[in-house]
C-alpha cells in the first residue's frame, strides 16, 4: 500500500509543463477527419478544451429532411465553457427525432477527442487519474477519521466495546508515511474513546424514563445533559475540521493541534463518569460527589463541577420546595433524603429520613427539622383547603411573612436556599407557621371548627410541630381559663365512656372516682381512689383478705389482660390496652374525647353543641363500620340497603374515584372493552384503593384495617367475578335509600 501511494506521488509529478493542446473542428458532420487530426495549441488563458455536439436538420429545415451530427471543437476557458453548458442543458435531451444540442468541457491535454492518441499524453492522463485516486483515498481516510471522533464507525477506523473503545485499522497505519503519524493516530483514537465513553454516559441516562428504567434518578438526567453541553467545543471543533478535509485532504498535524486541548477535559469527564456510575452514587448525594471535585483537582474540572452543581440543585430544589411547601414527597426513592415507605392498607405511605441521602450542607438536625416542617404545613393546608378559605384570608392579613417567604422559595429556591443560611431560612418558615399559625387558630372561633374536624379525622396521623403547637396551645387555654368549669361539664361524659369500656372488658364493677391521667395512640391510664389505710402496708393478701370487692376486681383485670401500673392505699393505676374490636373501639373513643376535652375547652357556645355532634358522628359511624364488616360475605347475594348517611356520601365518593377508571371498562352501547380480564381487575383495585381514602374521610382511624379489609375482600370478589359487573347497572340513584348492588352496578 505504501509503494502504491509513492508510486502515484511520483507520478503526479511526470507531466511534461506545457500549454494546453485542444483538437479543433467546426461544424464537422462526424467526429473524424478534421474533428480527429485538427491539434491547437491554446492561449495562456484558456484551460478547458469545449466540445459542441448539435443532432438536426439543415441550416434551412424543410419537412421530411434527414438530421446529422454537427461537431464543434475548440479551445476555451473553464468560465465560458460551463456557461454555455448551463445554457444548452434545457435542450440536452438526445431524442433522435427531435433537435438537440448539448456542450461538454474537459481539463487535459486532447482531452476533447474520444480516442487518447500519443504516449506522452496518455501519462499526463493517468498522472491526473491517478493524482485524483490519490485525493479521493486520503480523503475518504480523513473523513472516517472525523466520523470516528463522533463516535461514528467506519472503513478505516472502527468502534468496538459498547462503543467505548475506537481503533485504528492495521491497513491505515500501512498508508501512513512515518512513525510519527502512527503515534499521532493513536492519540487522536484515545481522544475518539473518552468522547465516545463519555456520549454513552449521556446517551443512557439522558433518555432513562423514556424506556422506563426507574432505578437511576433526576441528578443523572442533569448530569447527562450538562456533559453534552459541556463538551459542545469539542463537537464543533471537530465540525470545522469536517469543512477542512472537505476543500483538502489536511494533515494528521492540524488535526492534532486542534483536538490536543480537549484530551485531558475528556479523560476527567469520564474519571467522574466512572465514579458516580460503577460506585452508584443515589441520589441528592450526586452533589457531594460535584462539592468534592469542585474543591479538589485541576482547575478545568473545578469549574465544570461547579457548572454542574449549579444545574443539579435544580432536582434537589424540586424535591424540597414540593415537600416543604406541599408536604408532598415526589416519590423517587433514591433521589431526596425524604423518602417514602411502605403503605398500609388504605395506600398512605409511611415517610422517614435517610441520612445516607444528605447533601454535606445539610445536617441532621437540619434535615429533622425540614421533615417536621413539611408535615406542619401538610396540616396547615389541611386547615385552610383553598387560598379563599378563612385561614387563607386571616395569614394574608396577619401574618403576610409566611406566604411571602413560601412565595419566595416557590419562584426562586436557588436565590433563597444557596446564597444564605439554610438552616436559618428553614426555622424562619418554621417559626412562622408553627407558633404563628397555631395562635392564630386558636383565637378564631370559625377556625377552631377547622381545626377541630382536622383533628378529629387526623389525630393517629398528627405529626410536626404545628400539631405540636396546638396541643400546647390547647392545653394551655385549658388549664388558665377555663379548667375547673370544663372539667364538671366534660368529666362525667369521659367516666361513663371508660365505664362502658371496663364492661366490654367483663369488668361490671369498680369504684368510683375513676380518672383518666394519661394517653398513648393506642391505650391510656385510669386512675381512681380505692380508700384503703394509709398505715397498712397494701399487699395482695391484705386485700384478698380484708378488702374482697377490690381483690375480685383485680381479679378481673388480670383476666381481661388490661395491666396494672401501681397500687397504693390511697389510688390504683390501670393501663387499658386494646385487645379486641370492641376495645380498640372504646380505646380510640377516649382519644378522640381526650382531644376534643381540649379543643372545646376555651369556646363556651362551642362545648355543648359540637361535644354531642361529635358523639352523634362516632354512633354513625359505628353503625356504618358493622354494615361494612357483612358487606363480603353476601355481596353476591341479596344485599340489604343502606342508609345511613354517612356512609352513603362516603360510597358516593368512591364511586367518583371510580368513574375514570370505568370509562375504560365499559362502553356506553356494548358493556366491556376488549380489555384484557386482568388489565379490568387491575382497574377495579386501583378503583378501591382510590375510594377507600375517601371512605376514611367519614369513618374513625382505629377502624381503617377492619374497612380496608372488607373492601379488598370485595375488590377480591369482583376480581374473581368481573361477568358480574355488567348486572348491576343502576337505572336510578336515591339520595336517601341505595342498594350496595345498584352502588357497585356504576363500576
Not at 518 to 547: H, M, Q, W
Not at 688 to 695: N, T
Request: hydrophobic letters at 40%; charged letters at 25%; one cysteine or more.
Amino acid at each position: 500500500m505504501r509503494c502504491l501511494i509513492e508510486f502515484l506521488l511520483i507520478a503526479t509529478l511526470t507531466s511534461a509543463v506545457s500549454s494546453l493542446e485542444c483538437y479543433v473542428c467546426s461544424e464537422q458532420e462526424e467526429n473524424i477527419g478534421k474533428c480527429g487530426k485538427a491539434i491547437q495549441i491554446c492561449d495562456y488563458e484558456d484551460d478547458v478544451c469545449m466540445t459542441q455536439i448539435r443532432w438536426g436538420s439543415t441550416p434551412y429545415w424543410s419537412q421530411g429532411s434527414d438530421k446529422q451530427y454537427y461537431v464543434t471543437k475548440s479551445c476555451s476557458n473553464a468560465t465560458t465553457c460551463e456557461r454555455s453548458r448551463v445554457a444548452s442543458l434545457h435542450r440536452c435531451h438526445r431524442i433522435w427525432y427531435e433537435d438537440w444540442e448539448c456542450t461538454e468541457c474537459c481539463k487535459g491535454d486532447r482531452c476533447n477527442y474520444y480516442i487518447t492518441l500519443g504516449a506522452s499524453g496518455m501519462a499526463a492522463s493517468i498522472a491526473l487519474v491517478l493524482s485524483g485516486l490519490l485525493v479521493a483515498i486520503l480523503g475518504r481516510m480523513y473523513g472516517d477519521l472525523v466520523c470516528a471522533l463522533l463516535g461514528v464507525p467506519g472503513a478505516f477506523y472502527n468502534v468496538k466495546g459498547e462503543g467505548t473503545e475506537v481503533f485504528v485499522e492495521p491497513r491505515v497505519l500501512d498508508v501512513l508515511s512515518s512513525n510519527a503519524d502512527s503515534v499521532l493516530i493513536e492519540k487522536i483514537c484515545g481522544i475518539a474513546t473518552s468522547y465516545c465513553r463519555l456520549l454513552r454516559f449521556i446517551k443512557k441516562f439522558s433518555d432513562f424514563r423514556r424506556r422506563g428504567d426507574e432505578k437511576y434518578t433526576d441528578y443523572y438526567q442533569v448530569l447527562a445533559e450538562g456533559f453534552r453541553r459541556l463538551t459542545k467545543p469539542y463537537r464543533l471543533t471537530v465540525a470545522k475540521l469536517e469543512e477542512e478535509i472537505s476543500s483538502g485532504p489536511g494533515s494528521l498535524m492540524n488535526f492534532w493541534y486542534a483536538l490536543e486541548q480537549f484530551d485531558p477535559v475528556l479523560k476527567a469527564f469520564n474519571y467522574l463518569c466512572f465514579e458516580l456510575e460503577n460506585l452508584q452514587v443515589p441520589g441528592s448525594c450526586v452533589l457531594n460527589v460535584l462539592d468534592k471535585h469542585s474543591n479538589k483537582g485541576v482547575p478545568f474540572l473545578k469549574e465544570a463541577c461547579l457548572e454542574l452543581m449549579k444545574e443539579c440543585r435544580m432536582p434537589f430544589l424540586r424535591h424540597f420546595a414540593s415537600w416543604v411547601l406541599l408536604g408532598v414527597s415526589q416519590k423517587r426513592e433514591n433521589d431526596f433524603f425524604i423518602t417514602g415507605g411502605n403503605e398500609d392498607e388504605l395506600g398512605f405511605a409511611s415517610v422517614t429520613l435517610n441520612p445516607q441521602q444528605l447533601p454535606v450542607f445539610i445536617s441532621v438536625r437540619l434535615a429533622n427539622l425540614i421533615l417536621n416542617l413539611s408535615k406542619s404545613v401538610l396540616l396547615l393546608r389541611m386547615f385552610g383547603g383553598s387560598q379563599n378559605s378563612d385561614l387563607w384570608q386571616k395569614v394574608s392579613e396577619k401574618h403576610p411573612e409566611v406566604l411571602r417567604k413560601l412565595k419566595e422559595l416557590n419562584e426562586e429556591p436557588d436565590e433563597i436556599v444557596f446564597k444564605r443560611n439554610f438552616q436559618t431560612l428553614v426555622e424562619e418558615i418554621g417559626a412562622n407557621i408553627d407558633k404563628q399559625m397555631a395562635k392564630m387558630i386558636l383565637e378564631d372561633g370559625k377556625l377552631v371548627e377547622s381545626c377541630l374536624l382536622v383533628i378529629k379525622n387526623h389525630f393517629l396521623m398528627g405529626q410536626g410541630d404545628l400539631h405540636t403547637a396546638l396541643v400546647a396551645s390547647i392545653t394551655k387555654l385549658y388549664s388558665t381559663r377555663r379548667q375547673q368549669k370544663d372539667e364538671t361539664k366534660i368529666q362525667p361524659r369521659i367516666n361513663e365512656c371508660v365505664r362502658d369500656e371496663l364492661e366490654a372488658c367483663n369488668l361490671e364493677k369498680f369504684p368510683n372516682g375513676i380518672r383518666v391521667v394519661s394517653r398513648e395512640p393506642c391505650s391510656f391510664t385510669l386512675e381512681f381512689d380505692i380508700g384503703l389505710p394509709c398505715n397498712l402496708v397494701v399487699s395482695e393478701a391484705l386485700i384478698a383478705t380484708k378488702y374482697r370487692p377490690i381483690y375480685e376486681f383485680l381479679v378481673r383485670v388480670r383476666k381481661a389482660q388490661i395491666g396494672l401500673l401501681s397500687l397504693s392505699c390511697r389510688r390504683m393505676k390501670l393501663k387499658v390496652m386494646p385487645r379486641g374490636d370492641k376495645a380498640r373501639e372504646a380505646c380510640l373513643l377516649m382519644e378522640m374525647l381526650f382531644v376534643v376535652r381540649h379543643v372545646l375547652s376555651f369556646a363556651d357556645w362551642f362545648i355543648e353543641e359540637k361535644f354531642a355532634e361529635l358523639l352523634a358522628g362516632i354512633k354513625a359511624e359505628k353503625t356504618a363500620l358493622d354494615q361494612i364488616r357483612g358487606l363480603h360475605e353476601t355481596f353476591a347475594f341479596e344485599v340489604g340497603a343502606l342508609i345511613n348517611s354517612i356512609f352513603l356520601k362516603a360510597m358516593k365518593k368512591v364511586l367518583d374515584a371510580c368513574d375514570n377508571y370505568c370509562a375504560l371498562l365499559m362502553d356506553s352501547q356494548d358493556g366491556y372493552t376488549d380489555e384484557s380480564d386482568a388489565h379490568k381487575c387491575f382497574l377495579v383495585e386501583a378503583a378501591f384503593k382510590q375510594g377507600v381514602v375517601a371512605v376514611m374521610q367519614f369513618t374513625l382511624v382505629a377502624h381503617r384495617k377492619e374497612v380496608a379489609t372488607s373492601l379488598k375482600e370485595l375488590t377480591r370478589q369482583l376480581c374473581a367475578n368481573p361477568h358480574m359487573l355488567a348486572k348491576y347497572i343502576p337505572s336510578s340513584y336515591e339520595e336517601d335509600g341505595i342498594e350496595i348492588r345498584s352502588l357497585l352496578g356504576r363500576i
